[in-house]
């Protein structure tokens, strides 16, 4: 019986290396300025989730110009498109590498000369990145393809550019629209700021943490500031939810298991002398296992009607868009450390110890294929500006780091 443990790739395997491999770091070396440049014409150019309709014609048309048949979905948004690698077919089973495009709605507090020029729109999330670094790595394989007919494995390469990941659309759209079928195997990259540039980040088995959006309302009687006594005071209840949950959720589940519940939104009210009727809370539950998320789900709407109870208001509990951990698949984090090896000191390779606690829609793709995704370092010293921050950026040469690994990764599970 074949277990994950075979299936990950030995050490010497990284010794050993490809032929093509001189040629792919060659590629990068010569095109890395282009990268760059392709980079900032899109950092400075954001589109929020599922409006990214010039991101995607720009991506579209660069891949038709590499000689890629490549099209945009229905929707108007997002870009597919297939290289046959080889002796490929239409019908070969695809590996596929996926790039996010969206950006965040949030102001881009940078003083360079990329910065956005769309007011409240930035990329503080990497996509920019992500989407330059697989439209480069659809060169390499090109250039490959074409220079290196006889030494290419046989394989249908899938370039994937999604639209709202930061809405946790886009892979939905991607997966209800087919564009995963044929699939056997998938490959994604992040950015990541807590690692130096030159740095890959490379983890097995759960890598992201479940998401559960939760929507709270508060409502009851509400009146004038001066007699709170004749009201149910829903503002304070709130305050007191507020407070009642973030003490009691941490102590709810076994300590050792990583989770985060943290509230983002708070309206209610709209002046200063007047208590309102209504007061909605929104925020995150993250967790990374399936029985203590669903412990903390119930503890949240528990919580909420005790302290509806107490107050005599009523408490409305909402859980939207659940998304599941992104679980990276053995044969697959193995090519992206083995590939990782390849291009770096060993010591720059990090065996990352823990999942992120952020949410990525790239764990839909695994629902229905293996795959796997890497953190890509970015950071030109410690401390660096965090994701989602308005003064987010990268140092620029870790495209071509990411561009190589990735390059070498698809070229060893297509030999497979």
Known sequence: MTTDRDL???????AAGHPLEPA????ASEHQAAWIAYRRERHCSPEASGEETE???????????????????????????????????????????RADIDALRMSDRKDVGYASIKDGLAHACGHDVHTTIVLAVAEVLTHLNQSAAAEVPSARIRFLFQAAEETCDGATWMIEDGMLSGVRSILGVHVEPNLLVGQIGIRYGVFTAQV??????VSGKGGHAARPHSTTDPIQTA???MSNL?????????VRDASVFTICQINGGHTSNVIPDEVSIAGTLRTTDAAGRE???QRINDISQSVAIVTGNTIDVNFRHPLGSVINSAAETSAL???????????????LDRPSMGGEDFAMYLDHCPGSQMRLGCAAAQPWPHLHSPVFDIDESAIAFGVRVLSRAMLLLAMK
Not at 71 to 83: Q, S
Not at 212 to 217: C, G, H, K, S
């Open 295 to 297: 412990q903390l789900l």
């Open 337 to 351: 450390e083995v590939s990782a090896r390849q291009v770096l000191d060993n010591q720059d390779v990090v065996l």
């Open 246 to 254: 973030y003490q009691m959720l941490p102590r709810s589940i076994d």
């Open 212 to 217: 559960d959006e939760v929507f709270i309302t």
């Open 24 to 27: 792919i770091d060659a590629f």
């Open 239 to 241: 305050a007191m939810l």
């Open 55 to 97: 991101t995607s014609h720009s991506v579209c048309e660069r891949l038709k110009s590499l000689g890629i048949p490549a099209f945009i979905p229905n929707r108007g948004v997002g870009v597919v498109g297939d290289l046959l690698f080889g002796n490929a077919t239409a019908e070969t089973p695809a590996i596929a590498i």
């Open 8 to 14: 990950r790739l030995h050490p010497h395997d990284a």
